[in-house]
């Protein structure tokens, strides 16, 4: 007696069939445009944050350079001399200040000691390091510097602003949160790092295409 297969073979050509036929469960039109409608929202929602904080930033450096410049006024009206290069520092604040050179700019040594004074003043915290700015680099105070005539108060990426601090694109938008005049005119200025010509200002202008720091900002305090 001839036994009867266990499994029942199915043809070849029928597993193809079922296969390929099969009815696959699949999203519909409507879910994937909900999907990618808040895939885009969120993209939306992070990048905007984004320029948000970045604004806030810039924001942060003009009221520092704002509170810095009312400082040295005030030690201006005290004294009648630069934070940094006043010669009679030690008379007014004791043998744990420095004194400046005392020529009415503030320049070479001068520098470093216009937080000491400062500080000893009562106007700045700092007393061994130069300020920062919540976009980094360094603030300092000097007289006649590159092509600024007068004092400035200037924020770059280093102590003496050979690198600078801002992109081409950052200095644009901060500038034109305070004036909308060219960047080397007004109060608030823009201009290269000294090792970095051409960098952030070209003919004139920001130089959009370059994407690295290269800015350098300055406030006056005449």
């Known amino acids: 007696m001839k036994k009867k297969p266990i499994f029942k073979k199915k043809p070849l050509k029928g597993i193809f069939r079922s296969f390929f036929f099969k009815r ?4 519909s039109l409507i879910e994937i445009s909900i999907v990618l409608m808040v895939i885009g ?11 948000l904080l970045e604004s806030a930033r810039l924001r942060s450096v003009i009221t520092d ?15 009648g001399e630069w934070p940094g290069d006043d010669p009679k520092a030690t008379i007014r604040f004791g043998q744990t200040a ?5 020529n ?11 937080w000491q004074h ?55 938008d901060l500038k034109a949160k305070v004036d909308q005049n060219p960047p080397q005119q007004g ?18 202008t920001f130089n959009l295409a370059n994407t690295t720091p290269s800015c350098v900002v300055a406030i006056s305090l005449n």
């Open 118 to 172: 400062l500080s000893l003043f009562g106007q700045s915290t700092q007393t061994e390091d130069f300020p920062t700015s919540k976009m980094g680099g360094k603030f300092f105070i000097a007289s006649n510097f590159s092509t600024l005539t007068g004092t400035w108060l200037l924020l770059s990426g280093d102590r003496t602003a050979t690198t600078g601090i801002l992109t081409p694109k950052q200095a644009q």
């Open 24 to 27: 696959l469960g699949a999203f």
């Open 104 to 114: 009415g700019l503030v320049t070479g040594g001068d520098i470093p000691l216009a």
């Open 187 to 204: 109060d608030l200025r823009i201009l290269d790092g000294t090792s970095q010509g051409g960098k952030c200002l070209l003919n004139q």
């Open 98 to 102: 420095v004194n400046g050179d005392g």
């Open 41 to 51: 929202l969120l993209a939306g929602a992070v990048f905007k944050g984004r320029d």
């Open 65 to 79: 350079l704002e509170r810095y410049r009312l400082n040295v006024q005030l030690y201006r009206d005290a004294y």
